[in-house]
């Protein structure tokens, strides 16, 4: 049987999802619980890779078992698993099924605070001194639509850069300036390296020019400083 599963994570004590050699991946973490649940050795596969210390409220995973539990007997891995991880869902899915190659579109959230963060909201949110939004507030449009996104990303080899954003939101509250970017994939660091440049551009140190520019020339010295990773969700994947 195939399994489709649904788990959110706080990143800030990991390497990232994926199983790592220099650090503890959250993925190890889950494969660990699954085994003293089980007794047997079941390996997972991701939709993704988060980078470390960035969170999910939607990362999806599958795992094949011959094991006669249930969907909702399943969840007990949960009892085995850190509090900063909870698989949220599970549920039988078709054979050719996969949690990355099947995916439609990924939507992600950067949370920027418009005041100095406290000991309890520091690792979900990053505060960003003399910051504008009114600077911003239009050129984020810039990034819709289907471009060569090489110059906000770190590069991989083999890895093509041209993707598809359908849409990128602002949402404002009383704490909060909340970015929404939804698109077909992402590559590596690329929705921290927009969101550094949106930075870059909302504290005066780039003109909002330069958007354009770097989607133009994919030169990646022009964009701002990656962004931290405590900001970033990968909020939903769709299928």
Known sequence: MRYKAIVSYDGSCYQGFQK????????????????????????????????????????????????????????????????????????????????????????????????????????????????????????????????DFKGFCQHVENKPTIKTIYEVKLRETKKHYIFTFHGNSFLKYMVRSMMGTLIQIAIGKKEPEVIKEILETQDRSLAGKTAEARGLFLVKIYY
Not at 48 to 58: E, I, L, Q, S
């Open 20 to 147: 790592q050699t220099n650090g503890l991946g959250i993925q190890e973490v889950i494969e660990k619980a699954f085994r003293l649940m089980t007794q047997t050795d079941i390996k997972i596969h991701s939709a993704g890779r988060t980078d470390k210390g960035v969170h999910a409220k939607g990362q999806v995973f599958h795992f094949d078992s011959d094991l006669d539990i249930d969907e909702t007997t399943w969840l007990r891995v949960n009892d085995r698993l850190p509090l900063d991880i909870r698989v949220n869902q599970v549920k039988k899915v078709k054979p050719d099924f996969h949690a990355r190659h099947s995916a439609k579109s990924k939507i992600y959230r950067y949370v920027i605070a418009k005041t100095p963060s406290t000991a309890f909201s520091k690792n979900y949110e990053v505060f960003i001194r003399n910051f504008d939004i009114d600077r911003i507030k239009e050129i984020i449009h810039e990034f819709e639509g289907t471009h």
